[in-house]
């Protein structure tokens, strides 16, 4: 059912949802990080193909292999995060339905109900294949953008936020969430 004042959506959240989100939410604040750190170890890799510059980058060797490791570490700590959550949100797994109004959000699960004001919600952020409401900064209702029907649907649905949420708390996509 689907009208100005209702938006129904049907849907199971998927391991990939849950993987999307925690690189969303891992590299929102840490992407420039980490290129910073590729283009050291890139510039030291490169220095050390020059002649005479090896007793200079010597010293940097390992600080670089460091650098490698922290951010082998940043890049597969969000998967192994998404999995560890996914198996403990096994309510979360099964067929959800969720009903979104002018006033509020509902949503059963396999087991569980729930109902939210819109005013509840801390922020609301886009990515390019999921919505986020967030009501904690680190906890997300996350909302997948293939339980929508068509792109009406979800813009009576953007409609409905837009109008609940403060403007500040609306985040516009970023760099991450273009990938996410």
Known sequence: MENDSVVELRGTLLLTDMVRFQYFHSF???????????????????????????????????????????????TFAPYLNARKQYAALDRMRGPLALTYTMEGFSGTAPGTTWTNAWGNLKFLRETKSLFLLYQLPNYALIVPKRFFESPVQMETWRRMASRGIAPKGIDKSGLVARWC
């Open 28 to 74: 929102r604040r840490s992407w420039l990080l980490a290129a910073i750190v590729v283009c050291l170890v890139v510039g030291l890799a490169l220095a050390a193909i020059v002649p005479g510059t090896r007793q200079v980058i010597g010293p940097g060797v390992p600080c670089a292999l460091l650098l490698l490791l922290w951010f082998a570490a940043l």
